[in-house]
């Protein structure tokens, strides 16, 4: 690191203390200077002359109104001190709490180990020996370790032609996900069925009759007022999206819990066909789910982890290049796949972009902010052309991050374009190379790897943000109500069920 660099980096955070302490550093001197000066107002006998004055004007005016007016003006000041003690805990009622959260982790028997998965792909005879290299190449390369994350029974046995195909297998699989995250987390709470307000369920490709919302009310017996809602379509954002409509729930309905789950099904999800862009997804992605419960109750407020600060969603569906960029369609066979094109890291680097510009002005600090606004009017006014645009620094806003973790490339892609340090991008690269792909509950593992491995003390603030298909960019802010570190099944390679 040259001398220039490292002063610009020490400036840069000199300017972020004395911006961020700014208020410190002015009312200390004017509160030195005014207790001077009333030390000196004393000692001259300015009191003493104060008191006499207004015993003199009580006694000339002899008004009863002069004791009303006194009465009137506390009456205020007591209304005042109401409203605004009032307004405290309103807002802090109002307050949208995470209460808790689990990561499943599948069962031993599910390990993904690839030169298994390999052959049960050769003896189906679907693929091409081209095909077969393909797929084989993008596992080793992919960054996903050994064993490759979880994948249903079906393909441990390699099974791909018969079972497959089967929707009792498929929701087999999902339900399986579903209801014991559901369960766990009811369990970490110490809630039951009974007390959930609302539940939203998310699974992008598999969307049966009845909906997985039903299902889950059916398996715990929930009670007949609960409101349900199922996400389907929305790619890798899904579970920040399920949230959002939580948010939306709760900042409407008092002293209301809303239950979150989401899965992704593999066997819906497999690709039989030769095309590379739709092998992709037979390579990167693995089982995973979540469960999460959000509160506005004041009783959850003194257990729950964590408060949402703030939601944003941006879209790109209206750039057909976005749109077309990962995309259910059959192939020149006619069979079903997803497509996953080139152009996804670039459209991935738009969404981020607008992403952050929306969110920067709800979390950043001012000294950021001057910096971002000083960099844009030297370039667009001042016509300096030299000067590089100025991304803000989120390190200065969050402690933590978890981004979805899709794929090596492109964990460090975004990872570069934040500046975030090999530590701020271990959450996600462990998390892919453990579990693959999980698609919506991908930031859940990062989420829980943070709480197991690193640790968040209160007041820390944490950034999750995921990408959907569509194509959109989905993120949300966090602050830590207690300090958490707790050992999650995730990572202790303790199995759900």
């Not at 370790?145 to 297998?169: C, K, T, W």
């Not at 809630?191 to 307000?197: G, N």
């Not at 510009?357 to 000294?367: H, N, Q």
């Not at 981004?403 to 340090?421: A, D, F, M, W, Y």
Request: hydrophobic fraction near 40%; charged fraction near 20%.
């Amino acid at each position: 690191m040259t001398g220039g660099t490292q002063f610009l980096r020490y400036s840069k955070a000199a300017f972020h203390l004395v911006c961020s302490y700014a208020g410190v550093l002015l009312v200390v001197p004017l509160a030195s200077v005014m207790a001077r000066r009333a030390i000196a107002f004393q000692e001259a006998g300015g009191v003493d002359e104060l008191l006499q004055m207004v015993q003199q004007w009580r006694e000339s005016s002899g008004s009863p109104w002069v004791a009303v007016g006194v009465a009137a003006a506390a009456l205020m000041a007591l209304q005042v001190m109401l409203a605004a003690l009032y307004y405290l805990i309103m807002r802090r009622r109002s307050e949208i709490c995470l209460v808790d959260f689990y990561s499943y982790r599948p069962p031993d028997r599910m390990n993904c180990i690839p030169k298994l998965l390999i052959q049960g792909a050769k003896r189906s005879n679907l693929y091409t020996e081209r095909s077969l290299e393909f797929m084989e190449n993008v596992i080793r390369i992919s960054g996903i370790g050994e064993p490759q994350g979880f994948l249903p029974d079906e393909f441990q046995e390699g099974v791909y032609r018969e079972m497959v195909h089967s929707i009792a297998n498929k929701r087999a699989e999902t339900e399986l996900a579903l209801f014991t995250c559901v369960q766990k987390v009811l369990d970490k709470t110490g809630l039951k069925a009974k007390d959930v307000d609302a539940l939203i369920t998310n699974c992008c490709t598999f969307n049966p009759v009845p909906s997985l919302s039903a299902a889950v009310v059916n398996h715990f017996k929930m009670k007949q007022s609960v409101k349900t809602y199922h996400i389907g379509g929305m790619g890798c954002a899904a579970s920040v999206i399920a949230m959002d409509l939580a948010q939306e729930l709760l900042k409407n309905h008092p002293n209301w819990r809303v239950v979150i789950a989401g899965s992704d099904n593999c066997l819906e999800t497999v690709y039989y066909g030769n095309q590379r862009n739709m092998l992709i997804t037979n390579c990167l992605f693995r089982l995973g789910g979540v469960a999460a419960v959000l509160s506005n109750h004041p009783a959850d407020r003194k257990i729950a982890k964590y408060r949402l600060d703030h939601l944003v969603r941006t879209h790109l569906g209206a750039d057909d290049a976005a749109y077309n960029c990962v995309i259910q369609k059959d192939d020149e066979e006619g069979k079903i796949g997803t497509k996953i094109g080139r152009e996804v890291m670039e459209t991935a680097g738009k969404a981020l972009k607008a992403n952050i510009t929306a969110i920067g002005p709800l979390v950043l600090p001012l000294s950021e902010k001057l910096i971002f606004v000083g960099n844009l009017f030297a370039r667009k006014v001042l016509g300096l052309k030299s000067i590089k645009p100025y991304t803000p620094d989120f390190k200065t806003a969050f402690e933590h991050f978890c981004i979805h973790p899709g794929g090596k490339t492109v964990i460090e892609g975004v990872g570069s374009q934040l500046g975030l340090r090999p530590s701020q991008l271990l959450p996600m690269l462990r998390p892919f190379e453990r579990y693959g792909n999980t698609s919506s509950s991908s930031t859940w593992y990062a989420w829980s790897f943070v709480e197991t491995c690193q640790g968040v003390k209160r007041g820390q603030r944490l950034w999750q943000l995921s990408f959907g298909s569509g194509f959109k960019c989905a993120s949300a802010a966090w602050t830590a109500l207690r300090d958490c570190d707790e050992q999650h099944d995730a990572w202790t390679e303790t199995p759900s069920c």
